[in-house]
């Protein structure tokens, strides 16, 4: 058995992998960039190893510098994780070329399920079903246009070294096609430095459902059943299931077969996943192996009662799979939801900043929680901007889909623009709870999804108002002992005035419209609280947990108020709303006179330049092309006008907020 295990990855995969090692009694050695000197993962290992400056490409990808660091450690295995360096050939090599144990398949599957095209091609010669396409090597843009059109349109360009939805665009028309070929080709050099492309049709409503295989050096492979990974925005899978809902046992046989078959023909061992399409007729089609562990593993080990990453070990030390197809069973249902470091609201653009709170439900039976980062930890643009899997499970679907929204609902996050609403939206949907799933429900149901930001209602603002009012009755309370005179009126925080009413004004700013809620103090430290909609009675108390425990004409309104400056924001079970209280000394406001300003929404690097200075434009014309967390990202014109100007260059880093192009609205 692996004694010393390295993980080279980091953030919540590392954490994850280091969880099952400590349990299994195995020494753990992580690797951190500069960017990642204080990482949950860092502190969480036995040792922990400096690789680099914060670039992917000079640390976490830097495969020799791993090694090296491996021996120094004297770890006898390195597990890649699911992301990095995890389905590089190469590296795999290089640890059994340096006798260290690689946890995953051979160099050899690898390499064969490394390009889609050549593995399409192996595949379909061992009877395994495929999407109608162009996997050829003839790559010139007049040879990929033809085959697109001999398909059909739509059509599906997709990078052959890719995966996680990098390089890949759906084309509707022949009309868009060389101007989608041109940026998946882009993507797909940035992402796997290799521009192969390949063309398949794009079925109109399918399903992603894929089969977890499970396989040991002694000709024993099996799989785990099937996770449901259709809802997915642009190709990022967002929410997963398992087992798939509806899937006929004829159908999930079929498929677990397929799977086998392909792990079979190219001598797989260790864990892997087959992706297929699942089209609505039932026929299905081969779309890709991941010759990894895949981020939705927790899914199929709640069904399974099995631990991955302990069977990836254990198969990586020699041992033999001790069970057989026959002894394996579907048990109850789990869901997991992809918690983002991305904004809904600007057509979802990574978020960067400091985590200021993070609240996540507790670990249960019923609950897993997968993170790398707590509160005061930064999400950086230079990894991907994930913070947690909320993982459920219960006796069947109906029941897992209630845990699931609960489990959003009790989730809150502060410092950064999450999905955390987004992915709630998706929970609390008819037609989740139906099950109606393909891979565009989320565009099918956009409206639903991403509703329009809804003004403070009356209860938010009375939260608001009585976790300013607590806060500040509790330092009162806390400066009057230290202080030279604890009773003097100055500690009070009753709103008391000389021959006047006990009130005050606290105006706070809702999306730009100002509001103001009046505070009457009465005698028995309650308050009434006259509000846009009406007056209320209300009463609150700050717990030793921070969390607000307020009620409002007799009902308790648990809640948390959490402030940062004169940023507020009101965290409950129906969401957060975000306010700000207008201070009315230092309030000077300026307004930006922001009229031909286009400005960077993210730091990142510029990619591509579309257009020239004096070049007259029309709205939507794409003008700059930016790239950040490994995708790209295009600025558009927004409205008819001139380009006055071209500040940057393609390759230049741009911080957010500047300005990206001198811009005269016509």
Known sequence: MVAKLLIA????????????????????????????????????????????????????????RIIEVARRAGADAVHPGYGFLSENAGFAAACAEAGITFVGPPPTAIEAMGGKSAAKALLGAAGVPLVPGYHGDDQSDGRLFAEAEAIGFPVLIKASAGGGGKGMRVVETAAGFDEQLAGARREATAAFGDATMLVEKYLARPRHVEIQVLADAHGTCLHLFERDCSIQRRHQKVVEEAPAPGLDHATRRAMGEAAVAAANAIGYVNAGTCEFLLDEDGAFYFMEMNTRLQVEHAVTEYISGLDLVEWQLRIASGERLPFAQDQLAVDGHAIEARLYAEDPARSFLPSTGVLRHLSLPADSLHMRVDTGVRRGDAISIHYDPMIAKLVVWDRDRPAAVARLRRALEESHILGVASNLDFLSAIARHPAFAAADLDTRFIDRHAADLLPRAQPASDETLALATLGVLAERRRRSAERAPQSGDPYSPWHLANGWRLNDEAQEHLTFRDAGERITVVVHYRRDSSYRLDLPGGTVSATAEIGEDGRLDAALDGVRRPAAVVRHGLELAVLTHGGTHRLSLVDPVAEAEAVEAAGGRLTAPMPGKVVGVLVEAGQAVEKGTPMIVLEAMKMEHTVVAPTDGTVTGLPFTAGEQVEEGVELIGFQPA
Do not use: F, K, W
Request: charged share 25%; hydrophobic share 45%; with cysteine.
């Open 9 to 64: 990855n980091r953030g919540e995969i590392a954490c994850r992998v280091m969880r099952t090692a400590r349990r299994m009694g195995l020494r753990t050695v992580a690797v951190y960039s500069e960017a990642d000197a204080r990482a949950m993962h860092v502190q969480a290992a036995d040792e922990a190893y400096l690789i680099g400056p914060p670039p992917a490409a000079e640390s976490y990808l830097n495969g020799a």
